[in-house]
Nanobody, 128 residues
Framework: VQLQASGGGLVQPGDSLTLSCAAS??????????IGWFRQPPGKKREFVAG????????DYADSVQGRFTINKDNPRNTAYLQMNKLNPDDTAVYFC????????????????????WGQGTQVTVSS
């Protein structure tokens, strides 16, 4: 599975931004994969942000983004999204999407080693 993250940019505090993660895998629809978003702030380790199960029925969020970020999957488009609202400077980071095969489960991982496939990062900068 190849993942392509996009949608990053420079925004002001309080703004919204939506990141996309397009999956490319013939015969392997995104509906069979759990998707996670991670981020790596400047000078810090990569951290879990949000995850959605393969069924789409379960979502998990880091405490720091709970209530502001929403993760979704569009199975026909084979794309996952991270809607980010009320952005603040602490959200500045390189954002990565990741996937792992979990056929029809509600499982979501919070650790990097739980995911088998990774996209390249997309930079999000929140600054006035």
């Amino acid at each position: 599975v190849q993942l392509q993250a996009s949608g990053g940019g420079l925004v002001q505090p309080g703004d919204s931004l939506t990141l996309s993660c397009a999956a490319s895998a013939p015969g392997r629809p995104i509906s069979n994969y759990a998707i996670g978003w991670f981020r790596q702030p400047p000078g810090k380790k990569r951290e879990f942000v949000a995850g959605i199960s393969s069924t789409g029925g379960t979502r998990d969020y880091a405490d720091s983004v709970q209530g502001r970020f929403t993760i979704n999957k569009d199975n026909p488009r084979n794309t996952a999204y991270l809607q980010m609202n009320k952005l603040n400077p602490d959200d500045t980071a390189v954002y990565f999407c990741a996937a792992t095969f979990r056929y029809r489960t509600r499982d979501i991982g919070r650790t990097e080693d739980w995911y088998n496939y990774w996209g390249q990062g997309t930079q999000v900068t929140v600054s006035s």
